[in-house]
């Protein structure tokens, strides 16, 4: 089940672009009684729909020595409740022809079915059921554990990138919570007690904590009805209130190395900065400003670093630029890349450092700018072919604070953003003092091979 | 809660009898005076347009120059017409148009997704496209660039478990068949193309014989046509390429490639089937059952529910134009490799013998009748199922007829088509990982 949020960049950038709307959507917007909020697009092109429950909890909302809990706890919601048995919930789903999984990030864990748009209260039954009767067996606890530690040595303990990127998150923030990996630190995940899990879930998951987002072809007051009839019946939970860590200043540049088997090097480079849940009313263009960034610099094969270092000067076999707006936390704009053959990390550093001096030294070209909102205004059609993008983004604005509204609007702040104001965001941000650049140091691989024709088979260990 | 067999399959009535025109994309093919083969469906609900062109020029026309059907592929982002590398990219990006190109073994894909409303962004979107797939610039500085590129992307294979293993199991199954080389090629290949080599290749295969257009969105039947004469205009009609040979079954033989990683990837399997295959239904169907269907396979709930594993376990038969692999898939802690195996193993070995339990046939059935509507649901799904109906030269009605094909197949015909096309004692096994730790003979290979 499960991916655990973006490690990468091309991941973050995906978010980040998040291309927005021009004319208002279909949506509607209800809460029920417990306070659980129901957030409904009607999308009539297919006769499928998507339902989505989002839970405002995350790995950023973990304490010290149980990082990870939120996902180990997204793999056991699917391990049983009274009434459903382990692995039940995805046995009915499927056998009514859906598609379900969950994913959870660092402000976020959120559970989907996509199905046919009649079978809707299938997944509202079902889904309902678990937000409050989560059994939490021992036993299940301890083999899902297990999977979660595949699922880390899958993705981040054998891939070098990962691990940077990890190591990179360890060392760049030192106070707030995005210093953890969502997936969780192997020792954590391995002293995790079934008490903790129930615990947790106790704490976070209730209808007041939750929305809920369907989007396709329903009808968005029946939509509400079987909501009431369901998680409307529900009782609410006391909260706890969460305070706020503040990043202290970041006072020059931090450099870290990773060392790993690995073949080719890779850097990952970023600069603290605001995000629209943290800047003030005044500076509240500069979210946009920086979009607008990392859209000129890598918004495509004409962008800068496509057209400069992978083309052009041939510096970088890939790189790239990203900035996500939409965080429940201050973010950052990051640069990755892996040198050309022949060149060395340094001069891939060097040319990176280089394009950003040029966005300081000289707005950017009025073209730019323009083909960034083109692109957006485009992707705003494109995106309507996908229920599930579209409830994406209302879910993700609406769990780490913001408006779904903001879906509308996206493009207009985008189109407001001038030469200058990247300019500025360039100068005031991408500091050397604010950076923090990690490399990847290719370790050597050691590959021997071993072939044998007939290689006897052990026998199955009949283990449970 | 509602999810009894009958209720589902008279819904699913419900859907096919009346409704089949909205509920199945209605396809339109003809082919052109060039000789290409047009794949259309009218969806004029969005302001957009998806062209998909699929030439039979993927990495199994290789043939002695492995890693060229992806190079040239991917030089037709490189210049084009009047337009280098930057003006071309400016040219779909400055309009919001999405151009891509990818290439597998059988296909080389190039894809268009372009705004309809405004007639001169569609125009500047394919004539752009036409003169990528039909005047590419090959300039040698490109060439060069692309070449170190696929130099440092085979070194980035070689870091990942997972992806080792892939490659020794396609070179395994399949030895010296077009299907058994890395698609990327090797260094030692990809170093000795030249351009000379690059343009024969293109000029081979990018002709109108050997292509496939798939149109998905807002333009209408005579624009669809419009739309194909603009972008193969100036294309040679050529030739469709040959059949590619018939696969061999060898002796399935154990690989283990020694890799410091935590966990060991497994992949067991064997050639299965084409795409053209009278077993085709029963081996999909009984693969749905037996490992294709995420957590609720037999696969998923032996290796990763009952025992905790691995994180992601399933089998697929993947049918292309010859006989593509059956494959099973599992990475698990290394010193765990052995038991995975042996349950992945004994599990093939039980399905062949007993064949599917019927209450998980019918399972497996209500899930792809009753998830028939989400595979055609977005013009990005539909646009890569027609090319692919196109492309394979299965019925236009192949959509239409699939849910009613699947809703009769029998565990009896599971059953029979498993055990004579599966050879549970005669698989391909590669293991890749830590080989003091997951147990494997650790003998160094020359």
């Known amino acids: ?464 | 809660m509602a999810h009894n067999g009958r209720r589902i399959v008279s819904l699913l009535l419900v859907l096919l009898l009346p409704l089949t025109a909205q509920a199945t994309p209605e396809i339109q093919s003809w082919i052109t005076a060039k000789g290409a083969k047009v794949m259309y469906v009218h969806v004029p609900d969005l302001p957009m347009v998806d062209v998909r062109m699929v030439f039979d020029a993927g990495s199994a026309r290789d043939d002695s120059k492995p890693g060229i059907a992806a190079l040239t592929n991917t030089l037709l982002n490189d210049g084009a017409g009047e337009w280098n590398a930057n003006h071309l990219a400016e040219r779909f990006e400055n309009i919001g148009a999405r151009f891509t190109t990818s290439s597998l073994r059988d296909m080389a894909i190039v894809s268009l997704r372009t705004l309809t409303d405004d007639e001169e962004v569609l125009n500047q979107s394919l004539d752009t496209i036409a003169a990528v797939v039909t005047q590419p610039q090959f300039d040698e500085e490109e060439i060069e660039r692309r070449r170190q590129q696929v130099l440092v992307g085979l070194e980035q294979q070689k870091q990942n478990a997972g992806t080792v293993a892939s490659k020794a199991f396609y070179k395994s199954l399949y030895g010296d068949h077009p299907y058994g080389h890395n698609p990327s090629g090797n260094a030692v290949s990809v170093a000795a193309i030249t351009v000379e080599d690059i343009r024969n290749y293109f000029k081979q295969y990018y002709v109108a014989s050997n292509l496939v257009v798939a149109i998905v969105g807002a333009v209408d039947r005579a624009q669809a046509e419009k739309v194909v004469e603009q972008i193969t205009a100036e294309m040679p009609a050529g030739e469709k390429a040959a059949p590619l040979p018939k696969v061999t079954f060898s002796t399935g033989e154990s690989l283990s490639i020694d890799f410091p990683s935590t966990q060991t990837h497994i992949y067991l399997g064997q050639p299965g089937m084409s795409r053209s295959d009278p077993d085709y239904l029963p081996l999909y169907v009984g693969n749905h059952v037996f490992g294709g269907s995420g957590l609720v396979s037999m696969l998923s709930e032996e290796v990763r529910e009952k025992r905790g594993l691995s994180y992601s376990v399933y089998s697929y038969f993947s049918p292309m134009r010859a006989e593509g692999p059956f494959m099973m898939v599992a990475q698990t802690r290394n010193e765990r490799a052995e038991e995975a195996l042996g349950v992945m193993r004994e599990q093939l070995a039980d399905f062949i013998k007993n064949g599917p339990p019927e209450e998980r046939l019918e399972r497996s059935k209500n899930n792809i009748s009753g998830g028939f509507p989400l595979r055609v649901s977005s013009n990005s799904k539909i646009v890569e199922y027609i090319a692919m109906i196109g492309f394979y030269d299965y019925p236009l009605d192949y959509l239409a007829t699939f849910v009613s094909r699947v809703e009769a197949v029998t565990a009896e015909q599971i059953h029979s088509a498993f055990k004579r096309r599966v050879h549970p004692n005669n698989l391909a096994t590669v293991l890749v990982g830590n080989s003091s730790e997951n147990g494997t003979p650790a003998e160094k290979q020359e």
């Open chain 1, 1 to 464: 089940m499960t991916k655990t949020g973006s490690a990468f960049l091309g991941l973050l950038a995906t978010i980040a672009l998040f291309p927005l709307a021009v004319q208002a959507s279909q949506v509607q917007e209800f809460e029920l009684e417990n306070g659980m909020k129901v957030i409904v697009k009607e999308d009539h092109r297919a006769p499928i729909a998507v339902s989505q429950v989002w839970y405002k909890v995350g790995s950023s909302y973990e304490p010290e020595g149980q990082t990870g809990i939120s996902h180990v706890l997204e793999h056991l919601m699917f391990k049983g409740t009274e009434r459903y048995g382990p692995n039940e919930f995805s046995k009915i789903i499927s056998e009514n022809g859906g598609r379900e999984n969950a994913f959870t990030g660092r402000d976020y864990t959120a559970y989907f079915q996509t199905l046919s748009s009649d079978r809707l209260n299938i997944a509202f039954d079902l889904e309902a059921d678990r937000m409050r009767n989560l059994l939490l067996d021992e036993k299940e606890f301890q083999k899902e554990r297990d999977v979660v530690t595949e699922e880390r040595r899958l993705r981040t303990e054998d891939k070098p990138t990962a691990l940077t990127y990890e190591q990179f998150n360890a060392v760049a923030w030192r106070v707030l919570p995005y210093r953890r990996p969502i997936i969780g630190w192997m020792s954590d995940l391995e002293n995790l007690k079934i008490e903790d899990l129930r615990d947790w879930y106790q704490l976070w998951y209730a209808p007041n904590n939750a929305t809920l987002v369907v989007v396709g072809d329903v009808d968005a007051e029946k939509i509400h009805t079987m909501a009431q009839e369901t998680f409307g019946q529900l009782p609410p939970s006391d909260l706890p209130v969460m305070k706020t860590p503040v990043e202290p200043a970041h006072n020059g540049v931090t450099r870290l190395q990773v060392k790993a088997p690995a073949k080719q090097p890779y850097l990952l480079m970023g600069f603290k900065a605001p995000v629209v849940t943290t800047v003030s009313e005044e500076n509240a263009w500069e979210p946009y400003a920086m979009e607008a960034l990392a859209a000129v610099l890598d918004g495509g094969d004409s962008a800068r670093l496509s057209r400069s270092l992978i083309r052009g000067s041939s510096i970088a076999n890939s790189a790239g630029a990203s900035y996500n707006a939409y965080t429940r936390l201050p973010g950052m704009v990051m640069f990755d890349g892996v040198p050309a053959e022949g060149r060395s990390i340094k001069d891939l550093e060097k040319a990176l450092l280089s394009e950003i001096e040029k966005v300081k030294a000289e707005p950017v070209a009025a073209d730019e700018l323009k083909r960034v909102v083109t692109q957006t205004v485009a992707s705003k059609v494109y995106e309507k072919d996908s229920v599930f993008y579209q409830a994406m983004q209302i879910g993700m604005l609406e769990t780490v604070g913001l408006d779904w509204r903001l879906t509308d609007s996206y493009v207009e702040k985008l189109r407001a953003v001038t030469p200058e104001q990247v300019q500025e965001v360039a100068q005031r941000y991408l500091q050397p003092d604010n950076m923090t650049i990690a490399i990847l140091d290719p370790q050597p691989m050691d590959e021997k091979q071993a072939e044998s024709k007939s290689r006897p088979h052990v026998g199955v260990k009949h283990g449970s």
